[in-house]
């Protein structure tokens, strides 16, 4: 058996570990779902040793499954769920408290008290590319200092550890040796200065916290140390981590300014290079990184959905509609195309280009025909519009995308995916892999370790699978786009 290089993917509803050759083939792959915890309207929290034993199981079975053995593994990527806030005691590892999940609200009042203030909302955003706004990670570690008994404290006493989810898997694998994330993860954090790559000494004062707290970044492709044998059976690397989307965007081959991703997970994120400079979105998209290699970064625009997957998971869990997300095709599928029903999923507030972390979701233009098909329709609808709305946003901001890139685990849905293209008027291309994200983070580690030397390498595996081409008439597209915005105007609680 030759090399191989791990890839764990840790996501927002469950943790994979997949094992590819060194040449980009998947040789097995172990998922794990675990559990949300939603305490309260608009909070969703994970607890870190569910996160941290889903990733420990997937490693272990897909070394098992596979028989391949740890000292066979040349390198580790660890790509994930961004922005998911954890602190920790240093001496002990244990959480102070739960992982405040990307998708929690509870953050909304604080950020709108740092709102009023215009001045420090501008620098926010030309430091760190993003918009106030309780996704990211500055509010979630105030909160857990300002409402867990004696954390100040203890972060003032430089007892405790920030971190994403990457850092805390990385602490965890090298048994609290490395404290460490990468400029992507950094750059989600609202903390991280995009033109000095280092966290941003103001920010930090304005959120009162530490800056003991606060992890070393290196690049995506960098020695982040190593995972301690006793886990695996073998002392192995760990050389990348980078976040979810970003590395979708790698496993995309999006490596030319002007390329665009979308990947349906849990959300939605579209993602498109710009090349070397950092641009400003006049239309409320997030200037985020792609990647940072060899010090230099490449920088990137985001639209950020929070409920994609998700919208699905409800209509399964909440509403028992369908009894798994696959059948969600067939009910669509039989829906009366004729309907105008709309389904907002706005349930914990509407991310980009809206950032309206107040508005709730809506179901719209009910009849008396209206049936499970048709809200099952209107769900997976409303992912296609949202996309529409991003891509709105991007070519207003001068990115007229040609096609559209996708991944994820929503792509696999052939109705979605055409709806899509219908959607949006131009052509959507599926990568082969549905895995685009833990590919992507295995050729970072497979560039650490010398198996490819440039990205150029990497663009020339990339693999198209189906295409999916725009069919709908432009008066037909455009009615039930047009139906959408007046259901989105009919929730929203705060100006955009
Ligand atoms: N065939 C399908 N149709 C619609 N949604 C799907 C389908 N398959 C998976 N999903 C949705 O995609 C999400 C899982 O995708 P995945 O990429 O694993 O997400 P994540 O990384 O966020 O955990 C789930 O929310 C699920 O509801
Ligand atoms: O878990 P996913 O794949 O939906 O990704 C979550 C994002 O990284 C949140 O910003």
């Known amino acids: 058996m030759s090399d191989c290089i791990l890839a764990i993917d840790q996501g927002t509803t469950s943790s994979r570990a997949i094992l590819f050759s060194t040449t980009g083939e998947c040789l097995g792959s172990a998922q794990q779902e675990f559990p949300q915890h939603f305490p309260h309207d608009g909070w969703v929290e994970h607890q870190p040793e569910q996160i941290w034993d889903s990733v420990y199981n997937t490693v272990k079975q897909v070394i098992e499954q596979t028989g391949i053995d740890a000292t066979r593994i040349i390198s580790t990527g660890i790509t994930n769920q961004r922005e998911t806030t954890l602190i920790w005691d240093r001496a002990t590892g244990e959480a102070v408290y739960p992982a405040i999940v990307w998708q929690d609200r509870r953050t909304s009042d604080m950020c709108h008290a740092y709102s009023t203030d215009e001045e420090f909302v501008h620098y926010v955003q030309q430091a760190t590319g993003l918009l106030l706004d309780p996704y990211f990670s500055a509010t979630k570690i105030r909160w857990i200092l300002d409402n867990v008994d004696g954390a100040r404290t203890r972060a003032e006493r430089g007892e405790l550890a920030f971190g994403t989810v990457d850092t805390y898997l990385l602490w965890r694998l090298t048994d609290g040796k490395r404290h460490a994330t990468d400029a992507t993860n950094a750059s989600r954090t609202m903390l991280f200065n995009l033109h000095q790559q280092c966290w941003d000494p103001r920010i930090l004062s304005e959120f009162d916290i ?223 892999t549905s895995e685009t994200t833990a590919l ?57």
């Open 210 to 432: 530490p800056a003991s707290l606060l992890p070393d970044v290196l690049d995506n492709a960098a020695e982040f140390g190593q995972i301690a044998p006793h886990w695996f059976g073998a002392a192995i690397p760990v050389q990348a981590m980078a976040g979810d989307q970003q590395a979708a965007l790698v496993g995309q081959a999006c490596f030319s300014p002007g390329m665009v991703k979308s990947t349906y997970g849990t959300g939605c994120f579209m993602i498109a290079n710009t090349g070397d400079q950092p641009v400003q979105s006049q239309h409320r998209l997030l200037t985020t990184l792609g990647y940072r290699l060899n010090g230099k970064p490449t920088y990137a625009l985001e639209g950020s959905i929070f409920m994609a997957g998700a919208t699905v998971q409800w209509l399964r869990d909440g509403l028992k509609l369908i009894a798994s997300a696959e059948q969600s095709e067939a009910l669509a599928k039989a829906a009366n195309t004729e309907s105008n029903v709309y389904l907002v999923p706005a349930f914990t507030g509407l991310g980009a280009p809206y950032w309206d972390p107040d508005a709730r979701g809506a179901l719209l233009g009910l009849t008396r025909d209206t049936g499970i098909n048709e809200i099952v329709a209107a769900g997976l609808q409303s992912v296609c519009y949202q996309t529409r709305d991003l891509l709105e946003a991007m070519n207003a901001d001068g990115l007229l995308a040609s096609c559209l890139r996708v991944d994820g685990g929503m792509s696999n849905n052939q109705w979605v995916m055409a709806y899509l293209a219908d959607t949006l008027g131009i052509q959507v291309q599926r990568s082969q």
């Open 440 to 496: 992507g983070v295995a050729y970072l580690a497979a560039l650490q370790a010398g198996v490819f030397n440039t990205l150029e390498e990497i663009a020339e595996r990339w693999q198209q699978g189906q295409t999916f081409e725009p069919r709908l008439s432009e008066q037909a597209r455009e009615k039930a786009y047009d139906g959408w915005r007046q259901a989105i105007d009919r929730i929203k609680v705060g100006s955009d």
